[in-house]
């Protein structure tokens, strides 16, 4: 059986993949389906980490007219709950899982120490760092840019709905090109939608490839992790 070609990485998905079709709230076909995935790739020895967001329940910008630190600490939120249903769906195929928190809640979660985390992946736990960075203004693609920078992870794989990054939207343009690979400095220029300008520059700055690709064909994450050419790798 091949090895993996990665041995620790940051996984990162939109809160409206967990939404699956009806792209609201949670899908627990879909969930599952994304924990099973997780197992196979724990199961080859990777270390896996996780951020989700919160797109599913809400977004800074849907709260118009609302203060937007306010707004921003609500889609934080969001993120927890997606975080532990993300653990609870790992934990019950038995995947040790933690969740650390930026914002403190004792309660359901771990503060976020990193440290910790990084003894948590190498006791072979997958890690989900929830609540964002803990600041407003500020994505979870920044956070997944910088949780893989402190884990010293070997990649972020950016799951979507889209398999890929393309010049334009495919799904308004047919004729939309899709890019193979890319450079920090295309995407920035491009001004494409893949992670916000800071996660991008974060990335850059810090040499954390990216492979975007997308969550549609099943395996797809397993795949990535072992090295298949699918979606678009972004680096140097």
Not at 57 to 78: Q, V
Not at 111 to 118: H, L
């Amino acid at each position: 059986m091949p090895s993996p070609h990665y041995k620790r990485v940051l996984l990162k998905l939109s809160g409206e993949a967990l939404a699956g079709e009806q792209g609201f709230g949670l899908d627990t076909d879909t969930i599952n389906h994304i924990a099973n995935q997780i197992k196979e790739i724990i199961d080859m020895g990777v270390q896996v980490a996780l951020v989700v967001g919160g797109g599913n329940f809400w977004r800074g910008r849907s709260g118009e007219g609302m203060d937007r630190t306010t707004a921003d600490y609500m889609g934080m939120m969001a993120t927890v709950i997606n975080s532990l249903a993300m653990q609870d769906a790992l934990e019950n195929i038995g995947v040790l899982t933690r969740v650390q928190t930026a914002i403190e809640m004792r309660q359901i979660a771990e503060p976020y120490i990193r440290r910790r985390a990084v003894r948590h992946l190498e006791k072979s736990r997958v890690v989900i760092f929830a609540a964002g960075t803990g600041n407003p203004y500020f994505s979870t693609d920044t956070t997944a840019a910088l949780r893989a920078a402190e884990i010293e992870a070997e990649v972020i794989l950016l799951a979507k709905k889209v398999d890929g990054v393309y010049d334009m939207d495919p799904h308004i343009y047919p004729e939309a090109k899709k890019f193979e690979t890319l450079s920090y400095i295309d995407v920035l220029k491009l001004g494409l939608k893949v992670m916000d300008s800071t996660a991008t520059s974060l990335c850059m700055d810090n040499k954390i490839p990216i492979k975007v690709f997308g969550l549609d064909e099943p395996e797809n994450i397993i795949k990535v992790v072992m090295g298949e050419r699918i979606g678009t790798y972004i680096n140097s």
